[in-house]
């Protein structure tokens, strides 16, 4: 068992930035890929970012190419999502999960094994 601690969201005016972290706890697994998913009031949850355990390979939804950054500091067992030049459509509530089973980034959400509760970003126009 997994367990995943999204934190760093909140209130932002577009053109601002936050850092959402994500740590893990439990049974302490390694190789791991870490994705970031988003999910806005009635719609779908979907693909952010993805990173791997070596941090090596990263993977971004088109949509935050080049405004968002995903990072892993694994001594901390901790993935960070840097998100910068917001916008009101990034509102959303954040989620981290991590995938077990697969060294492939994914942006399936089936793919991955354990969520955290989520975090919430607001971005204001």
């Known amino acids: 068992q997994v367990q995943l601690v999204e934190s760093g969201g909140g209130l932002v005016q577009a053109g601002g930035s936050l850092r959402l972290s994500c740590a893990a706890s439990?049974?302490?697994?390694?190789?791991?890929?870490t994705g970031w998913f988003r999910q806005a009031p009635g719609k779908e949850r979907a693909f952010v970012a993805a990173?791997?355990?070596?941090?090596?390979?990263?993977y971004y939804a088109d949509s935050v190419k080049g405004r968002f950054t995903i990072s892993r500091d694994n001594a901390k067992n901790t993935v960070y999502l840097q998100m910068n030049s917001l916008k009101p459509e990034d509102t959303a509530v954040y989620y981290c999960a991590v995938d077990l089973r697969s060294t492939v980034l994914a942006g399936n959400p089936a793919k991955y094994d354990y969520w955290g509760q989520g975090t919430q970003v607001t971005v204001s126009s």
């Open positions: 439990g049974r302490t697994y390694s190789g791991y890929a």
């Open positions: 990173i791997s355990w070596s941090g090596g390979s990263t």
